[in-house]
């Protein structure tokens, strides 16, 4: 079980608003900034947004993150069959001093 | 282009040892703290270890503390992970990620920002 919760799964149209969500506790999301990344199915792992809501040079601006407290959310505007993928939040635990990340939220575009 | 390239996975028995190696390239290795992250078959992300950049300092999960040793060649531009005692539950794809930060003009570091860069990983089975 992740320190970290996600809802497993997400589903919306394209052309749709979704949002996956990321819940944690002080020691982590509460202290420390909130990553996301998504991962297409065989691939590794792409940095999708920083320190909670900047995105890295290259990733569309559909893409938007947040954070309030211990939860923090990630919003994908515009779906698009491609960004049908596995979608992972994850920080800085300062109780566990280490990585922490959420189990991954599987994304369908229908 | 900055890279990571993973090698050195593959089948090994249970009780047995492993070195995973990551080839850094296009980027100044010595600056950045370096982790591994691995992901079993059909599972989530887990954060395995770090090594910071002058080497002298790492850190693990507790599911391999005391097993495996992370250590680093800046002169080689090189990132290590030695696997002991590998057990069924090790079986996984074990990334090498680059902990992305700027610098000021002197290299101190003014902010990290994040596991930025992957490798495209290195498959490590263990099993009898």
């Known amino acids: 079980q992740s320190v970290l919760t996600q809802p497993p799964s997400a589903s919306a149209t394209p052309g749709q608003r979704v949002t996956i969500s990321c819940s944690g506790s002080?020691?982590?999301?509460?202290?420390?900034?909130v990553y996301w990344y998504q991962q297409l199915p065989g691939t590794a792992p792409k940095f999708l947004i920083y320190r909670n809501n900047q995105r890295p040079s290259g990733v569309p601006d559909r893409f938007s993150g947040s954070k309030s407290g211990t939860s923090a959310s990630l919003v994908i505007s515009g779906l698009r069959s491609e960004d049908e993928a596995d979608y992972y939040c994850a920080t800085w635990d300062d109780k566990l001093s280490a990585w922490v990340f959420g189990e991954g939220t599987k994304l369908s575009v229908l | 282009d900055v890279q990571l390239v993973e090698s050195g996975g593959g089948l090994v028995q249970p009780g047995g040892s492993l070195r995973l190696s990551c080839a850094a390239s296009g980027f100044t290795f010595s600056r950045h703290w370096m982790h591994w992250v691995r992901q079993a078959p059909g599972k989530g992300l887990v954060w395995v270890s770090r090594i910071r950049g002058d080497g002298n300092t790492g850190s693990y999960a507790d599911s391999v503390k005391g097993r495996f040793t992370i250590s680093r060649d800046n002169a080689k531009n090189t990132l290590y992970l030695e696997m002991n005692s590998l057990r069924v539950d090790d079986t996984s794809v074990y990334y090498c990620?680059?902990?992305?930060?700027?610098?000021?003009?002197?290299?101190?570091?003014?902010?990290?920002?994040?596991?930025?860069?992957w490798g495209q990983g290195t498959t490590v089975t263990v099993s009898s």
């Open positions: 990620v680059r902990e992305g930060a700027y610098f000021d003009g002197s290299g101190n570091v003014l902010y990290y920002y994040g596991l930025d860069v």
């Open positions: 002080r020691s982590n999301v509460g202290s420390n900034f």
